[in-house]
């Protein structure tokens, strides 16, 4: 077993967060080391540890560190079609609209992105955070281990660890890109153990109004087709006049034509 501490010091939260590995794995040596080098080792107490094992990637908390953590596992998405998680009536597939090639400027733990591949869009994932991204890849290295799961995404999705405003002036093919910042935290604290948007929101902090107005005019920027946005369902929409609202119970999706 080996343990160091980073800071993420790319991404905007300065979490110290332990690394420890247990495998002997050569994929996740590989990566346990390339995370180290990316993020440099740094002191102090950590809330959340990264734990590279025989599941794979996990992120749990220190304080419990040797129960279960959290896990990309993708194995676990309802991949009912019809009127189920991969129907094309709900409202972000109707935002994106009839469009095939996707950029998820935001991935996060890739439930987005991978529930868009399984409905036959091609889609690109950007994730910043290098925590976040080595679980997205473990997740989807495992999914593609599984044949069944494999076939259903057939290859229809990439990831990539990157800034998203940096990566947008490097392509010109995006038809549509969609933004799912974080959204600011709620002002009542949970008493309840930290799940998996809590521990998200602890390790990459909370995207500023100005951050997420910058990813968003960058889009509009990017974009051949559409911009969609994910807004909660009671704030003011990003921008006047957007083309389209789809709206969730909590959310809405707001579209908007590129400039
Ligand atoms: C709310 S989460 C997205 C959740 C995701 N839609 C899902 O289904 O799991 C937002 C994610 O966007 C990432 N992010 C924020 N700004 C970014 C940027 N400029 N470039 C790339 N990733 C970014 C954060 O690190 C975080 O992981």
Redesign the pocket.
């Known amino acids: 077993m080996s343990f160091s501490k980073i800071r993420q010091d790319s ?1 905007q939260h300065p979490e110290v967060v332990e690394v420890v590995i247990e495998t002997q794995d050569d994929r996740l040596v590989k990566e346990y080391a390339q995370l180290l080098q990316r993020v440099g080792e740094k002191n102090g107490e950590s809330k959340y540890t990264i734990y590279f094992g025989a599941r794979g990637v996990e992120l749990r908390l220190s304080s419990l560190a040797q129960k279960r953590g959290i896990l990309v596992d993708f194995s676990k998405i309802d991949r009912r079609t019809g009127a189920g998680n991969l129907s094309k009536k709900q409202p972000l597939p109707k935002a994106i609209g009839n469009h095939s090639h996707i950029v ?12 868009l591949a399984l409905m036959g869009y091609n889609v690109t994932a ?4 290098p925590i ?1 991204s080595v679980m997205l890849r473990d997740g989807l290295y495992r999914a593609q281990q599984n044949s069944e799961l494999n076939n259903a995404i057939g290859g229809r999705l990439t990831l990539v660890e ?6 947008f002036s490097n392509i010109n093919n995006a038809e549509v890109i ?1 933004i ?4 600011p935290p709620k002002k009542k604290k949970s008493a309840l153990p930290p799940g ?2 809590q521990a ?2 602890s ?3 909370h ?1 500023t109004t100005t ?2 107005a ?2 968003f005019e960058a889009a509009l920027q990017t974009a051949t087709q559409r911009v969609v946005i ?1 807004r909660p369902i009671h704030s003011p929409t990003i921008k006047k006049n957007p083309i389209a609202i789809h709206e969730g119970k909590t959310i809405r999706y707001e579209v908007y034509r590129p400039n």
């Open positions: 991404v998820d400027a935001t991935a996060g733990f890739g439930k987005d992105a991978m529930l950007i994730e910043q955070s976040i990157s800034n998203s405003v940096q990566y969609y799912d910042p974080m959204f998996r948007i998200l929101q390790i990459v902090g995207e951050e997420t910058k990813i994910k």
